[in-house]
C-alpha cells in the first residue's frame, strides 16, 4: 500500500482547481486522472484544456469511476456535507475545501461516514502544512514569546464580482466563512485549544451576508483572540502573536510562498526569521498520501474542523444577537 500512487479526480471545474494540479503533477505519490463537470461537453473541454485524462459528465460519474482513489471537493460551501458524504459512501478519500461544512451536524455526518467507510476526509487549510506555519507553533510551543496573551488576525479582499457565490447566502456565503474562517484556525492551532466565548460584530451587504466581519474570542488562561475579515476593503492579512516577553509578526500567514520573512521582537530588538518554504498547495497533498497510505492522522483533523465550524457559528450568532455566545470547555 505505502508503494500505490494515489488517483485524483476534481469535483467539478472550480477556478480553485488550479492551485491543486501542479502539486498533484508534481507529487510521486499522486496523479490527477480524472475531472468531472455538470455536462460532459464542459468536462471534455476541461479535459482538454488540463490534459486530464478521464473526463466525467456528473458528478455522479466520477465517484463511480472505479479507478479514482481520492476526490477533491471545491464545491460551493453549501455542497460540502452532501457531495464528500456521497464521495465517501462511494469508496472514495476526499480532501474537501475550506470551510468543511456550515454546521457541525453537517461535520458530525461527515465524521461517520468516514468512520463507517473508513476513508480519509480533510479540510483543505493548506498554510496549515507549511514550514512557515509549523516554525510558528514551534516558536510559541519553546516559548520564546513567554506566556501568550494576545492574537490578532486579518484578511479581507475587494470582492466586486457581482453573482459570486461568496455573496449568496443560500450558498454559504459571507466574508467570515470565506477568508475569516483563516484567522480563527490560526488562532486555535497556536493554542491547541478552542475558546470558551465568542463575540462577534458584523455589517451586511445588500444580499444579506456579512461584508465585514469582526470577532472576539476568549481562552483558558485569559487568552485572547482578535481577528477581522471582509470583502469590501482592499487586500489585507497578518497575524500576530503576543505574548509576556515578546511578539511574532507573519506578514503573510494563510498563503506563504517560497521565500518568507517572520519577525520576533524581545528587548525591543527585532529579528528577522528566514524560512525557505515550499509550494503552498503541496502540502495537503502529501499529507493526504501520509494518512492514506501510511495510516497517519491527517494535519487537519475533523474534530479540530468541527471546533472551527462551532466557533464560526457561535461568532455569527452573537452577532445576530449582539452578545457573547459561550462555547464550554475547550
Same mark, same amino acid.
Given at each position: 500500500?505505502?508503494?500505490?500512487?494515489?488517483?485524483?479526480?476534481?469535483?467539478?471545474?472550480?477556478?480553485?482547481?488550479?492551485?491543486?494540479?501542479?502539486?498533484?503533477?508534481?507529487? @510521486?505519490?499522486?496523479?490527477?486522472?480524472?475531472?468531472?463537470?455538470?455536462?460532459? !461537453?464542459?468536462?471534455?473541454?476541461?479535459?482538454?484544456?488540463?490534459? &486530464?485524462?478521464?473526463?466525467?459528465?456528473?458528478? !455522479?460519474?466520477?465517484?463511480?469511476?472505479? +479507478? %479514482?482513489?481520492?476526490?477533491?471537493? #471545491?464545491?460551493?460551501?453549501?455542497?460540502?456535507?452532501?457531495?464528500?458524504?456521497?464521495?465517501?459512501?462511494?469508496?472514495?478519500?476526499?480532501?474537501?475545501?475550506?470551510?468543511?461544512?456550515?454546521?457541525? +451536524?453537517?461535520?458530525?455526518?461527515?465524521?461517520?461516514?468516514?468512520?463507517?467507510?473508513?476513508?480519509?476526509?480533510?479540510?483543505?487549510?493548506?498554510?496549515?502544512?507549511?514550514?512557515?506555519?509549523? @516554525?510558528?507553533?514551534?516558536?510559541?510551543?519553546? /516559548?520564546?514569546?513567554?506566556?501568550?496573551?494576545?492574537?490578532?488576525?486579518?484578511?479581507?479582499?475587494?470582492?466586486?464580482?457581482?453573482?459570486?457565490?461568496?455573496?449568496?447566502?443560500?450558498?454559504?456565503?459571507?466574508?467570515?466563512?470565506?477568508?475569516?474562517?483563516?484567522? &480563527?484556525?490560526?488562532?486555535?492551532?497556536?493554542?491547541?485549544?478552542?475558546?470558551? *466565548?465568542?463575540?462577534?460584530?458584523?455589517?451586511?451587504?445588500?444580499?444579506?451576508?456579512? !461584508?465585514?466581519?469582526?470577532? $472576539?474570542?476568549?481562552?483558558?488562561?485569559?487568552?485572547?483572540?482578535?481577528?477581522?475579515?471582509?470583502?469590501?476593503?482592499?487586500?489585507?492579512?497578518?497575524?500576530?502573536?503576543? /505574548?509576556?516577553?515578546?511578539?511574532?509578526?507573519?506578514?503573510?500567514?494563510?498563503?506563504?510562498?517560497?521565500?518568507?520573512? &517572520?519577525?520576533?521582537?524581545?528587548?525591543? @530588538?527585532?529579528?528577522?526569521?528566514? &524560512?525557505?518554504?515550499? *509550494?503552498?498547495?503541496?502540502?495537503?497533498? +502529501?499529507?493526504?498520501?501520509?494518512?492514506?497510505?501510511?495510516?497517519?492522522?491527517?494535519?487537519?483533523?475533523?474534530?479540530?474542523?468541527?471546533?472551527? %465550524?462551532?466557533?464560526?457559528?457561535?461568532?455569527? +450568532?452573537?452577532?445576530?444577537?449582539? $452578545? #457573547?455566545?459561550?462555547?464550554?470547555?475547550?
Amino acid at each position: 500500500m505505502a508503494n500505490k500512487v494515489l488517483n485524483w479526480g476534481l469535483l467539478s471545474t472550480a477556478r480553485i482547481n488550479r492551485a491543486l494540479i501542479p502539486p498533484l503533477r508534481a507529487s @510521486k505519490r499522486n496523479q490527477l486522472v480524472a475531472v468531472a463537470s455538470r455536462t460532459q !461537453e464542459s468536462a471534455d473541454r476541461y479535459a482538454r484544456e488540463w490534459k &486530464i485524462p478521464r473526463p466525467h459528465g456528473s458528478y !455522479e460519474a466520477l465517484l463511480a469511476d472505479p +479507478e %479514482v482513489d481520492v476526490i477533491y471537493n #471545491p464545491l460551493p460551501n453549501h455542497l460540502h456535507a452532501e457531495w464528500t458524504i456521497k464521495a465517501v459512501e462511494a469508496g472514495k478519500h476526499v480532501l474537501c475545501e475550506k470551510p468543511l461544512a456550515l454546521s457541525v +451536524e453537517e461535520v458530525d455526518a461527515m465524521q461517520s461516514a468516514a468512520r463507517k467507510h473508513g476513508r480519509v476526509v480533510m479540510e483543505a487549510f493548506m498554510y496549515r502544512h507549511h514550514p512557515q506555519t509549523l @516554525k510558528v507553533q514551534e516558536i510559541v510551543k519553546r /516559548g520564546s514569546l513567554g506566556d501568550l496573551k494576545l492574537i490578532r488576525g486579518s484578511f479581507s479582499f475587494d470582492l466586486r464580482r457581482e453573482g459570486d457565490i461568496r455573496l449568496d447566502p443560500a450558498k454559504g456565503g459571507g466574508s467570515i466563512w470565506d477568508v475569516g474562517c483563516y484567522p &480563527i484556525s490560526y488562532t486555535r492551532s497556536v493554542l491547541g485549544q478552542n475558546p470558551l *466565548e465568542a463575540f462577534g460584530w458584523q455589517v451586511t451587504g445588500p444580499t444579506g451576508i456579512d !461584508e465585514t466581519f469582526v470577532g $472576539q474570542m476568549r481562552f483558558n488562561h485569559d487568552v485572547l483572540g482578535q481577528f477581522d475579515c471582509s470583502f469590501v476593503v482592499p487586500l489585507r492579512w497578518s497575524m500576530e502573536i503576543v /505574548g509576556s516577553d515578546g511578539t511574532l509578526h507573519i506578514p503573510s500567514p494563510f498563503k506563504p510562498q517560497t521565500d518568507e520573512k &517572520i519577525y520576533l521582537t524581545r528587548d525591543d @530588538k527585532t529579528e528577522t526569521i528566514k &524560512i525557505k518554504g515550499q *509550494e503552498l498547495y503541496i502540502g495537503e497533498v +502529501e499529507d493526504m498520501a501520509d494518512a492514506i497510505l501510511l495510516g497517519r492522522e491527517p494535519r487537519v483533523s475533523l474534530d479540530d474542523s468541527r471546533a472551527n %465550524v462551532a466557533v464560526i457559528r457561535a461568532l455569527v +450568532e452573537s452577532a445576530r444577537l449582539g $452578545q #457573547p455566545v459561550k462555547l464550554g470547555s475547550s
